[in-house]
Every structure is written in C-alpha cells, then in structure tokens.
C-alpha cells in the first residue's frame, strides 16, 4: 500500500503560483511512477503530468506545459507540481497518483490516489 497526501491547495488569483505538494508513505518511493491529475466541476479527471521514478524525465499536458512543473525528491518522498501563471480554468482539485508503471499514469489508471486538494484560481 501506497499512501498519498496532497497539500497546498488554496485560494489564488490568476496569474499568482501556488506550490502543490504530495507526500508518500508505505512503499519505496522510488519505486513508483507519480502523476498529478486534476478534475474541474463537470468534468473528467485529466492528467496534469507526470514523473518518472528517477524524476529525470516528465510529462505535461499540453494545456499546463510551460506554467506547471513537477519535481520529485526520492530522499523525502515527495512529488511537488509548481504551478505559475495560475488561470480560472486551472480551478479543480488536484490529486496526486502513484503506480510502478509510467503507462498506468498516462492512460489515468494509476494504482494509488490521494485524497486531493481543491485549487480556485479567482480571475
């Protein structure tokens, strides 16, 4: 068992940055690939990015790549997604994931979630 818990989620205005963090008990980090997703009101969770294990390599979706970047430290178990130029459409709740498999991930099945954090962006 993996266990997931996600911090940092707030109140911002658009354009600020807010740091999201997402901290991981139970099983070898470093063993897990790790995803942010998040899902708007009426909408489907979509996938935010991803790290792999090493955290050398990341994934973003097309609509946050250049504003989000997620960072890994394996020492403290942790996975980070920065986030800058914040818009009201970026207003969701961000969920943290975890599965051994990158693939997993992408395809939005991971094994593990956190119980997420609600970000508004007020424009």
């Known amino acids: 068992q993996v266990q997931l818990v996600e911090s940092g989620g707030g109140l911002v205005q658009a354009g600020d940055p807010l740091t999201l963090s997402c901290a991981a008990s139970?099983?070898?980090?470093?063993?897990?690939?790790m995803g942010w997703f998040r899902q708007a009101p009426g909408k489907e969770r979509e996938l935010v990015g991803a790290?792999?294990?090493?955290?050398?390599?990341?994934y973003y979706a097309d609509s946050v790549k250049g504003r989000f970047t997620i960072s890994r430290d394996n020492d403290k178990n942790t996975v980070a997604l920065q986030t800058n130029s914040l818009k009201p459409e970026d207003t969701a709740v961000y969920y943290c994931?975890?599965?051994?498999?990158?693939?997993?991930?992408?395809?939005?099945?991971?094994?593990?979630w956190g119980q997420g954090t609600q970000v508004t962006v007020s424009s």
């Open positions: 139970g099983r070898t980090f470093s063993g897990y690939a």
């Open positions: 790290t792999i294990k090493s955290g050398s390599s990341t």
């Open positions: 994931a975890a599965d051994k498999s990158l693939r997993s991930i992408v395809i939005g099945t991971p094994e593990y």
